[in-house]
């Protein structure tokens, strides 16, 4: 079996900051990527930031500058800083791993249980 666990959302301020944890654990084998969608009500989710085992990453334009993502593979954990906040990133996040519980199957996707980040103007 395989978790997700997220952690970090909050309520902040227009301007201000948070930083998101995801810690997998589990059975694990090898991670191909992990990476941060986010749901708000009534839209569809989309991808916030990835990051692949060998370090590229990737943001949707709407948080290009404003958000980092980052990993430790030691701890299986991916991070999303997330600065100057605005009102329209309120969502529920979700954390995202793409990988392997053994050698000889392709990876699965898995997804934590979302973490709610609210930014008030």
């Known amino acids: 079996q395989v978790q997700l666990v997220e952690s970090g959302g909050d309520l902040v301020q227009a301007g201000g900051s948070l930083r998101l944890s995801c810690a997998a654990s589990?059975?694990?084998?090898?991670?191909?990527?992990m990476g941060w969608y986010r749901q708000a009500p009534g839209k569809q989710r989309e991808v916030v930031a990835s990051?692949?085992?060998?370090?590229?990453?990737n943001y949707a334009d709407s948080v290009k500058g404003r958000f980092t993502i980052s990993g430790d593979d030691a701890k299986n954990t991916v991070y999303l800083q997330m600065n100057s906040l605005k009102p329209e990133d309120t969502a529920v996040y979700y954390c995202?791993?793409?990988?392997?519980?053994?050698?000889?199957?392709?990876?699965?996707?898995?997804w934590g249980q979302g973490t709610q980040v609210t930014v008030s103007s």
């Open positions: 589990g059975s694990i084998f090898s991670i191909n990527t």
């Open positions: 990051i692949t085992s060998g370090g590229s990453t």
């Open positions: 995202n791993a793409k990988l392997s519980t053994t050698w000889w199957r392709h990876p699965g996707e898995y």
